[in-house]
Every structure is written in C-alpha cells, then in structure tokens.
C-alpha cells in the first residue's frame, strides 16, 4: 500500500468540453483554455503516427478504466468496478502499475489533478507525489506492446508541460517526470526523466505552443 496520501494542496477541477477535435478546460465562468494533448496533436509533425491515428474505441475505454481504478486506489477510495470485458483487462494493467510502482512510492499529493498555466493551456496529472525523496510527475499508459524512448517523446513533452504548469500554480519545483507503461502481455516499464533532460523538455514544449498559437 502507499506509505502516505496527503493532498498538498487544494486542487482544483476543471470541466473539459470537446469542439471538434480539440479538448478544453473550462477553468472560469468565461475561459477556456486547450488542453496539452490537443495542443501536442494539432502541432505533431515528426511522429504523425503517435498522436494522429485513428483511437480505437476499446483501447481508449481500457485506459480510462485502468486511469479510474488506479484514481480510487491512490486516494484510497471504494474499488472502481465495472462488469465489462474492458474493465477486467484495465484491472489486470492496473494491478501492473500497484505492483510494481505505486505500492513503493513515498508519498502521494494527489491524483487526476487538473493544471492551469496562465490561462494558456490546461491539464490533467495522473499522479503527484514524492518519489525517492523527489517531488515527480506519473503519467500512466496502456500499450499493446514496447514503445521505444523515440516513440515516447510525446509523452514526455506532455509531463514537461505539466511540470511548468504545476510549478507555475503552486509554486513548486519538479524534480522529474516518470511514465509508466503497462502492457497488455504482463510486462510493466518504468521510464524517468532526469531535471537536466526536463529542462530540456520544457523549451521543446514552449516550442510547440508557440506553434500551436501561431497556427503553424
């Protein structure tokens, strides 16, 4: 089990609306500000395959099972369930990412936690917490298979620009960004990021959203 869950602070959420092809976060009575995945989409040049292929509808319900079921085990609530052929594959990846990660972290500040960045962007952390004495952004993913670091690089630019996000809002300093990958065949890989590299992360994000509003 998880050593500790204390909610840092008073975390916000935002209601998400979708137009068209792009998600947006209603974070006051008149703002809506992009979320970071449909800005990473509209402005993914170099990987087209990673983020503009078509979603395949059993995949996507997968993930948001396996996200709910890992929601309610962080924070300790009543066990999501669901009697779909779905939510047995989900349970089974999210019993990967316990197993094999969240039942050794420090301690969780919160999870599903919604970001703002100076109502530019917005979006969802999928976990905050303090990982071997760091204070780390997780990011949880379902996958058929392996995916490379050069296929991941989406991924990360997604946690790097909820790093600034986070440090901005709450005036933190995120140490490291981690993505976790659970695969359908039982195979669970964990992959981090240094400061330095996330450094380096976070000028290539400011990169595409400067691309993104100058509609390139």
């Not at 996200?67 to 990846?93: C, R, T």
């Not at 979006?123 to 990011?139: E, Y």
Request: a negative charge; proline letters at 1%.
């Amino acid at each position: 089990m998880i050593q500790s869950f204390k909610e840092k602070y008073d975390y916000k959420t935002y209601h998400v609306n979708k137009v068209n092809d792009m998600r947006y976060y209603c974070v006051s009575a008149d703002v809506n500000v992009p979320s970071v995945t449909s800005i990473l989409k509209k402005t993914n040049t170099n990987f087209p395959n990673i983020l503009k292929q078509p979603y395949n509808t059993d995949s996507i319900e997968i993930g948001n099972f396996m996200h709910k079921y890992l929601e309610h085990y962080v924070s300790k609530e009543q066990h999501f369930y669901d009697e779909s052929e779905n939510y047995g594959i989900a349970k089974k990846l999210a019993q990967l990412v316990i197993e094999n990660f969240i039942n050794n972290i420090d301690e969780a500040w919160g999870t599903e936690v919604s970001v703002l960045y100076k109502n530019v962007y917005a979006g969802t952390i999928d976990l905050i917490g303090m990982i071997d004495d760091k204070l780390c952004i997780v990011d949880y993913k379902s996958s058929y298979r392996h995916k490379s670091k050069n296929e991941m690089e989406e991924y990360f630019l997604q946690l790097a620009a909820y790093a600034i996000a986070h440090d901005w809002q709450y005036k933190t300093n995120i140490d490291s960004i981690i993505v976790l990958l659970a695969i359908r065949n039982g195979q669970f890989e964990k992959t981090s990021i240094s400061q330095d590299d996330l450094e380096s992360y976070k000028l290539k994000w400011l990169s595409r959203l400067e691309k993104f509003h100058k509609g390139i």
